[in-house]
């Protein structure tokens, strides 16, 4: 594996992978890797001859206040887990390299519309206007390519989605599934922050999405009943704070009145320093998953 900072650099070896003919495959990510970073490189590799993944903690994406200049970093054992993974080449620049003029002063933006308005979109009123610029700028760099986002964020996955579609940028946008540790928590670079307490805790947000599946795998379609028993189980956490759960239309990510089993679910918390997001769809629990049930159940009485 290859590692390179310039962008200089990352297109001549690009020109010449195209120029064997290779298909191209793009892992963008801040870094810090776990295994659904892992996963991420793994499936481009499967799919594609040769793999960039890129290492950029990028300032746009973080609001007043957020977590930019403690944002965990480990460069060697990114490159090694990478390695590992298969990947060709790990494109790491500095600020000053993918905003030459200053992140500060970046006057470009992208129009997301409704899509990036709820959820994430209201609770950071900037974090998409910078995901969307600095995917702009890699899709730019890197051009005809099969690019790969995890589900765990899934509506950055939907606005990268359709912002792809309305520029008609050469890319295939690629989801892959969530990866969670053994008690259901998704796997999260600021999973590092949790204290004992707030990790043996943080668990209660997949088992209130996972309730809130069961109640619709159930029959119950007042999407409304359905919020208000997953934020009632958050609520009755020790810690954590409740952002939001949501509802929604997998594709248009539109609130609903009325829930199937098509709907996503949606939830935020803040457990201290760590803000963690998670989705199911309605259908990852079944009508006589009897296990899921005694678990949600479990979850209720703790």
């Not at 990028?58 to 298969?86: C, I, K, T």
């Not at 992208?110 to 009123?125: D, H, I, K, Q």
């Not at 359709?162 to 969670?180: E, K, T, Y």
């Amino acid at each position: 594996m290859q590692t390179l900072d310039k962008i200089a650099d990352l297109r001549r070896d690009l020109d010449t992978a195209r120029g064997q003919g290779l298909r191209i495959g793009l892992v963008p990510t801040m870094g810090f890797f776990h295994e659904g970073h892992v996963s991420l490189i793994e499936a481009a590799v499967h799919d594609c001859d040769f793999v960039v993944t890129t290492i950029f903690v990028n300032p746009l994406q973080f609001s007043v206040g957020e977590d930019l200049d403690a944002y965990p970093r480990d460069a060697e054992g990114d490159a090694a887990l990478a390695a590992g993974a298969g990947c060709d080449l790990l494109f790491v620049p500095l600020p000053g390299e993918m905003y030459p003029s200053g992140s500060e002063s970046v006057l470009t933006s992208v129009s997301l519309g409704p899509l990036a308005e709820t959820m994430e979109g209201r609770s950071r009123p900037t974090h998409f206007a910078g995901v969307a610029t600095v995917v702009t700028k890699l899709f730019f760099l890197i051009g005809e390519c099969s690019a790969y986002f995890g589900e765990k964020d899934y509506q950055q996955l939907a606005v990268i989605r359709q912002m792809a579609r309305d520029l008609s940028a050469p890319v295939n946008v690629v989801g892959c599934p969530v990866i969670r540790e053994p008690d259901g928590l998704a796997m999260s670079t600021r999973n590092v922050y949790l204290s004992v307490e707030e990790r043996d805790v943080a668990p209660v947000l997949n088992r209130a999405l996972s309730h809130g599946a069961v109640m619709i795998s159930d029959g119950e379609r007042d999407a409304e009943r359905v919020r208000t028993a997953m934020a009632a189980l958050i609520d009755e956490a020790p810690v954590g704070t409740l952002d939001y759960v949501e509802v929604a239309d997998p594709g248009t990510l539109e609130h609903q009145s009325v829930c199937s089993g098509e709907s996503r679910l949606f939830g935020a918390v803040q457990f201290g320093r760590a803000r963690l997001i998670d989705n199911i769809s309605a259908s990852d629990v079944s009508g006589d998953d009897d296990f899921t049930r005694k678990e949600v159940t479990a979850g209720n009485e703790r």
